[in-house]
Each structure stands twice: as C-alpha cells, then as structure tokens.
C-alpha cells in the first residue's frame, strides 16, 4: 500500500526530538510519507536556548518551490515558521493547495525559546483562514488572542477570537484546567479531583473538548503526533471530531509508552502504536 506523501514544515532542534525530527518520525509510525522544510534552526533542549536562527525567506521560497515541483501532497502540517515574511509565504502557499493542512501555530518553545516575534504573529494570525485546522498551546493561545486563560471557559473565549480571525477549526491544547475559575475539587484539574489533559475544540458553531488522563511524563513530540494524527484523520476524510478524537488516542498512547533516555528527555513511544 503506497504512503501518502505529506509536507512538514518547520524548525531543527539541536539535541532533541522536537521540531521536524518529531514529524517525520510520528508520521512515518502514522504510515505516512514526510516531506521536510526547515524553517528555522533552534539550539535549545532541557530547559537551555542557545541561539535560534530562522532560515532567509528565500531560502524558505526555494524549498516550498522545490517541493510543489517534486510531485503531489495529501496533507501539509506547519509548526515553527520565525519570521513573518516567512509566515506569510508558507502560510500563502498553503491556502494554494487544496489538501488538509494542519497549522501548529508556534510562538514559544518548551525550553523558553521564543521562535515567533510579534510582527510573525500578526502574519500568522492574518492567515489562519487558508489552514483546514489551527492547533495551539494554551500559552501561546493566550498570546496570539490577549487572553489570559484560567479556565476552560476562558479557553472557549480565546477559540472563539481565533476563529473570529480566521480560523475554520480550532484546538488548544488546554492541558490540565477547570471549567470555570470558581468550580469545585470535581473539575479536571482541580486539587483533588482527577487530574485531565483536555483539549478544546471550536468549529465555530459547536465546541468539543477531548480528555486523557494526565501523566506524569513530558516527552519531546507529543503534539507533533497529535498534530499529524489528525492531519491522516482529515486525508482520510474523517470529520474533524472524529479526527481529533483519534490523534488523542495515538499522543497520549505515545506519552503513556515513553522511553527514558539518560540525562536526556523521554522519548515519545509511538513504535507499535496504533491511530485507530
């Protein structure tokens, strides 16, 4: 059975597996084909940023040239674009191809990187209606929309001023919140109740949030798999609830499976794991 071809567009972190080394290997265990375009070079892990350096534009040009003539895409993932003159040629090049694409919008990194000035985020943000689906931190969320998120009604509030920009589908990665900032111990999160990682996802019209326990381990690529799980569940035409709800499955599979590295962090365990 012949892998569908998908571009992954994004950085190459140093010492990690991060960035493009996160999406090529969830996309090759999603039985996919990637299709790399580096963006950007960050020099960053375990809690230490050494240098980041975004790649020229018409560098980024070249390669997205280059990739359109190597013969056709099923899907395009977009995670770290830099520069906002590089945010609105990738992002322009998107919305030109007529295949899903899910846009990882990326403003600061797990080590403390920040790999979007604002000027990128304005670009980004003016473009998200060329992308099937937006998916976003809660922190980055809370920067792109000048929303301060304490809540999963606060993160509605902030899905909602993202589709407002644009946006035709949009997730955040809400992690472990309560429902209302007053709720009590039975809200996920809360101090004494059980602990979620939920994710909130707005079509414009409907919400629909999607739960896994919380776990303890943190490995590098979780939400590159959780990205490129949905963009297979949209190639293969699944709606994007069902697609979203089967990308849950696979990332949190994945964290549950993590294997340690010494003095490193964990590693994503996606060998033998399934999206279906």
């Known amino acids: ?28 265990a999603l039985g996919l084909a990637p299709l790399p375009l580096c963006t950007s070079i960050v020099v960053a892990s375990g809690g230490r940023v050494t240098d980041v350096t975004d790649v020229p534009v018409d560098t980024v040009i070249a ?8 013969g056709p895409l099923a899907g395009i993932k977009v995670g770290i674009l830099g520069s906002d003159k590089t945010a609105a040629a990738v992002l322009d090049w998107v919305a030109a191809h007529d295949v899903p694409s899910v846009f990882s919008l990326t403003a600061s990194g797990p080590s403390g990187e920040t790999v979007m000035e604002a000027r990128a985020i304005d670009a980004a943000a003016a473009r998200l209606g060329g992308v099937s689906l937006v998916t976003l931190s ?8 000048n929303t301060q998120i304490e809540s999963l009604d606060d993160a509605q509030v902030a899905a909602q001023r993202l589709h407002n920009r644009g946006g035709a589908g949009v997730v955040i990665r809400c992690g472990s919140l309560p429902y209302r900032f007053y709720d009590a111990a039975d809200d996920p999160g809360a101090e004494g109740g059980d602990a979620f990682f939920a994710d909130l996802y707005y079509d414009g019209e409907d919400f ?8 303890s381990a943190h490995p590098d690529g979780a939400s590159s798999a959780f990205a490129l799980a949905t963009l297979k569940g949209l190639i293969a ?9 089967a990308a849950k499955r696979f990332a949190t599979d994945g964290v549950r499976q993590a294997a340690e590295v010494d003095g490193h962090a964990p590693r994503l365990g996606l060998h033998g794991v399934t999206d279906s």
């Open 1 to 28: 059975m012949a892998l569908s071809p998908v571009a992954v567009i994004g950085a190459i972190y140093t010492a990690s597996e991060r960035g493009l080394s996160a999406d090529v290997l969830a996309a090759r």
């Open 63 to 70: 390669q997205l040239e280059h990739l359109a003539a190597s």
């Open 138 to 145: 809660k922190s980055d969320a809370e920067l792109v929309t």
């Open 208 to 215: 629909a949030l999607f739960e896994a326990p919380l776990m």
């Open 237 to 245: 035409q699944a709606s994007p609830e069902e697609a979203l709800q």
